[in-house]
């Protein structure tokens, strides 16, 4: 029988003080890699993003009519065309957050949402790799490598539930055990609501259940879960997808926004990586690194070869998408990669509970500490939007046809509640429109033919554009308001 001082030394022996300091030190760590993303955005405070204001406007709209568009109501030229709300689900949350904490709320949904994203992915990471500095490296060059995504928009859902999905494709391949594919249907019905790229997600899964077909035939094959599961979450998941208000039709906007090749050309976040940033080479790191990690272990794996094809097709194609690359990366380079056993994480569940506590706690913190207040985010935000410019437009009555550029009209969308001539539903309005508009307003030779122009009756436009500059020496118009942002012409009677 030991006795009290054999005791005494075995609880104060120094492997157990070793253990508690690094399972403090990991818990800390951990804490930081939850709370610092947040936290950047809390910092950065966007809410001069250009498409959050139709979204809001949307919402407003939707919450008015206890109903979901089917036409648009908020175009010039285009009133009454067919228009799907495709994301009114997170329009609906946009809009309640606003209405509660005003701008602070667009801070708050990023900020929350990035979170979100950051505990998802670690928690994949760690499910695929027992070294603890592996899993923390991973998530930090994933999580970094997609730093410019962060904003208010809704491709935040489609990050999140593309986490969740994988982990959960992941961990059935590697088991067998289904339980937890039943989740599958449950993500999809949100996604289909939320975000048009759940299409992403069902590529993925497709691949899962083909890899569960091959296996049939193909010892290779690496999954462990039986095809009937894989072709029954496909199914339900497919299905899922159309507990939407639109049904089936949501698939032909899908269809339009992936075939719409000139706006990847115009529209900055939808052209290629300009690789002029770190984020931009960490996107790189992940594939180049996943490629050689798949090729190093000498053995086709049909899934991890598919899902890291479709990240770089779409993550290569347009920068908006890089979190496909970011995702598939990490999980490609967790399962992958042996760590070593005497890194591997010690901390127990509630721990890690604790952590993500301690990193929701951090978030409204930080919003005090870093002086984020409605004064402060609306006094940015009449720098890089034509605020004052709208004030001025309803103090004098100007009245319409409003013309406006492709990056404004959202704005002028919410603020002005005038019918705008462009704005960024870039599905919507088509490549011609587009051209035409960017055209216009970089005042090329044929600038005066525009027709939407020749019509307007109000002109808001930023004051350094070509448009602008021309216009000032047009007869039929006159300038009626300038500040730092924005200029205002009303048609000359």
Not at 145 to 159: G, Q, T
Not at 335 to 345: L, P, Q, V
Request: with cysteine; charged share 15%; net charge positive.
């Amino acid at each position: 029988m030991p006795t009290e001082d054999a005791e005494l030394t075995e609880v104060s022996s120094p492997k157990s003080t070793n253990g508690r300091a690094d399972q403090a030190a990991q818990a800390t760590l951990l804490a930081a890699l939850f709370a610092i993303p947040a936290l950047m955005c809390v910092h950065a405070a966007n809410v001069s993003d250009a498409d959050i204001w139709w979204h809001l406007r949307t919402g407003e709209w939707i919450l008015a009519h206890h109903a979901v568009p089917r036409v648009d109501p908020f175009s010039g030229p285009l009133a009454g065309s067919p228009w799907l709300a495709y994301s009114w689900l997170y329009e609906l949350v946009a809009v309640k957050l606003f209405a509660r904490l005003g701008l602070a709320g667009i801070v708050a949904y990023t900020s929350g949402m990035v979170l979100a994203i950051t505990v998802a992915l670690a928690q994949m990471v760690r499910r695929l790799q027992r070294d603890f500095f592996l899993v923390i490296l991973l998530a930090i060059v994933a999580i970094f490598s997609m730093e410019h995504l962060y904003m208010p928009r809704p491709w935040l859902f489609s990050i999140l539930f593309f986490i969740l999905e994988l982990d959960i494709l992941m961990q059935a391949r590697k088991t067998g055990r289904a339980r937890g594919l039943v989740w599958l249907p449950v993500i999809f019905a949100l996604w289909g609501n939320v975000h048009i790229e759940f299409v992403d997600g069902l590529m993925v899964l497709g691949l899962a259940w083909a890899e569960a077909e091959a296996a049939r035939w193909w010892s290779a094959a690496e999954t462990r879960v039986r095809p009937a599961w894989m072709r029954g979450a496909l199914a339900a998941s497919a299905l899922a997808t159309l507990a939407n208000p639109y049904g089936w039709r949501i698939y032909g906007v899908a269809y339009e926004l992936a075939t719409q090749s000139g706006a990847l050309n115009k529209v900055s976040e939808m052209q290629a990586i300009p690789f002029r940033d770190l984020s931009d080479f960490l996107v790189l790191l992940l594939a180049l690194g996943s490629a050689a990690a798949l090729a190093w272990r000498r053995r086709f794996s049909l899934f991890e070869t598919g899902l890291l094809a479709l990240a770089a097709v779409l993550s290569f194609r347009s920068q908006r998408d890089v979190w496909a690359m970011a995702v598939a990366g990490a999980a490609i380079l967790a399962s992958t990669i042996a760590g070593s056993e005497k890194a591997a994480m010690r901390l127990p569940k509630w721990a890690t509970a604790i952590a993500v506590l301690a990193a929701v706690l951090a978030v409204p913190a930080g919003f005090r500490a870093m002086h984020v207040n409605n004064a402060r985010l609306e006094s940015e935000l009449a720098k890089s939007l034509p605020v004052r410019a709208v004030e001025a437009v309803q103090a004098k009555g100007y009245a319409g046809p409003l013309y406006n550029d492709y990056n404004w009209g959202g704005y002028l969308m919410w603020s002005l509640r005038m019918p705008v001539s462009i704005d960024g539903r870039a599905a919507f309005y088509g490549d011609q429109r587009i051209d035409r508009s960017l055209a216009t307003w970089n005042a090329e030779p044929d600038w005066a033919s525009d027709a939407q122009l020749m019509k307007a009756g109000v002109v808001i436009g930023p004051v350094k554009a070509p448009l602008t500059q021309v216009l000032r020496m047009d007869s039929r118009f006159q300038l009626v308001y300038e500040d730092k942002a924005a200029a205002v012409f009303a048609a000359r009677k």
